[in-house]
């Protein structure tokens, strides 16, 4: 059994379409991280999920339950951090917490521990005095993270988690999150940060428009990328025509780069295209001043299946 | 956990906002208070007690006073719908192992629980006035104040129903206020909560004497007028009364309140 399954599910908001017949599965205690722009229709699925929303038509199973009609016993078993965080103004976060762990039946005895452990471990306990309406955002943030991790749900939903926190606050807001995987919850991350799906992702679920593009491990998609390496060469002088058109001959993909001595290449096997490229360049009397290496990125990734680049959606 | 204990646990939360919203508080407070204990006891000394009013200015005005209080406490139940439809804390409610039915409940719940204390303690405030001023208390009138708690309860879900309405049907902040201004002019205006039903009568057209007569707000001052400070015996009729215009305001508002929670599933926003 999949922990999420949705069948050509489908959401249309007047007449634009938000999802269209989209299939979709998580397995149980994976982290699956949804990247997409915005508008992409990553947050209308996870309201889906926890049971906010009603598709237009098709199916979304959660542990087996259906959203629609089971919807109560979904939100049993299913957490979401919000991507902007909710809370009540004039509360304190323990007590929003503690008012979240009662409605989720958490051990009356533990809950207290528990939340001050959570608290401590966002580095949310120095604002523990402070209203709800006075957390700077990266604290309300932690704060709805936080509802998730004392509730420790078997689907676990966090909608761009590290949005508005700093550097320090991310990562330790990630590897919370991969501490409630190997607790044993399924998780969904869905964000349009690349370096957030790289840390977090079992899975990388790439949807667009509405659609899922591809699903895979981020090894197996960076590989089906044409040419999995990507080799950046500095020459010191201006880059000769006929070497460009010579390297383009040893396989890969060569551009070089405007108004600048370096050239990008693509190409399937670095350690095999480089020595062929210094001789090729040396043959050319092309002076190469530094070479880079590296693999794509998701945004690479993201670029190839769906001809846009993540950075520059709306 | 079951659903009904979650349904508590969201109107306690509820309710509690409510009291925590200190500059509300303060507001409320200081009207009421500066009501009761300034014009209040300076008028009684002014107007002399009549047939009109049945007793003193005080305890003609001071019901009155208590059933406006209920009225405000209760109100702002539409104003904590308001913030929690705009803010999205009423999609955090949505992801809460509770049924739409029971969160509309909670709500009306905490409506009703907000202004039956705050009118409450109006009421109490009030009978120590008495007591500071060496005015008569009927000992029995304590007693019926006691047995009108639940039918108070039940006006003040009404109420509390009628804002949630509002705040449904409200797109923008300031019209909610407009709505609930409108209300509350409307409601005590055309009642007998300030005013004896004769001069209702005798200044204004029949069809508005006979809305003030029933309006819930009228009937919930004569019982308190007659009972908890006159001490005369509850009228069956009168708390029959009372619970049927009270019920169905309490129950458009949680429909009204229940298709916006709906609207919200169907499409993202109310």
Known sequence: ?314 | MSQFSRLVRIARTDFSYFFRTKWLMAVLISLSLSDMLVVGLVYTRLIPASTAIGSSYFQFLVPGIVVVGLFSAATDTGRRIWLALREGVIQYYLTLPIRTRGLVGAYIISGGLGGIVYSGALLIIAYLSLILFKAPIPIQGILYALILIPFLFVLSTGIAGLAAFFASVSRRGEMYWVYAQALQVSMVTISTVFYPAQTIAQYLPAPIATIAEYNPLSLAAGVLRNSAFGGNALETSALASLLATSLPLATIGALAYWIILRTIRLKGKP
């Open chain 1, 1 to 314: 059994m999949f922990a999420v399954e949705t069948l050509n599910l489908a959401k249309r908001y007047g007449k634009t379409d938000a999802l269209r017949g989209l299939n979709f599965t998580v397995n149980e205690g994976e982290i699956m991280v949804i990247l997409g722009p915005n508008g992409s229709g990553k947050t209308t699925l996870l309201m889906i999920l926890c049971t906010i929303l009603k598709p237009t038509s098709g199916t979304a199973k959660v542990v087996g339950i259906d959203v629609v009609e089971e919807g109560t016993k979904v939100r049993e078993v299913m957490g979401i951090a919000f991507q902007e965080a909710r809370g009540f103004w004039r509360h304190k976060p323990s007590s929003i917490l503690r008012f979240h762990a009662s409605m989720f039946d958490i051990d009356p005895a533990k809950r207290q521990d528990l939340i001050e452990r959570t608290m401590k471990d966002l580095e949310l306990w120095e604002s523990r005095d402070k209203m709800f309406m006075h957390l700077s955002g990266g604290q309300a943030k932690r704060l709805e993270t936080a509802k998730v991790l004392i509730q420790q749900p078997k689907l676990a939903i966090f909608d761009e988690p590290t949005s508005q926190v700093d550097l320090r606050g991310k990562r330790k807001i990630w590897d919370k999150i991969r501490e409630l995987r190997d607790q044993g919850s399924t998780i969904i991350v869905a964000t349009n940060e690349v370096r957030e799906a790289e840390y977090l992702a079992d899975r990388v679920t790439i949807l667009h428009e509405g659609n899922r593009v591809v699903c895979d491990t981020i090894p197996k998609l960076k590989d089906a990328i044409a040419g999995g390496d990507i080799v950046e060469v500095d020459f010191e002088d201006p880059v000769p025509e006929k070497l460009v058109q010579d390297l383009n001959g040893l396989g890969g993909e060569v551009s070089l780069l405007p108004e600048s001595n370096q050239l990008r290449a693509k190409v399937s096997k670095a350690e095999d295209w480089v020595p062929r490229m210094t001789s090729a360049s040396y043959v050319a009397g092309a002076k190469i001043a530094s070479i880079r290496i590296t693999e794509p990125s998701l945004d690479d990734v993201f670029l190839h299946f769906t001809g846009k680049a993540l950075a520059d959606q709306p």
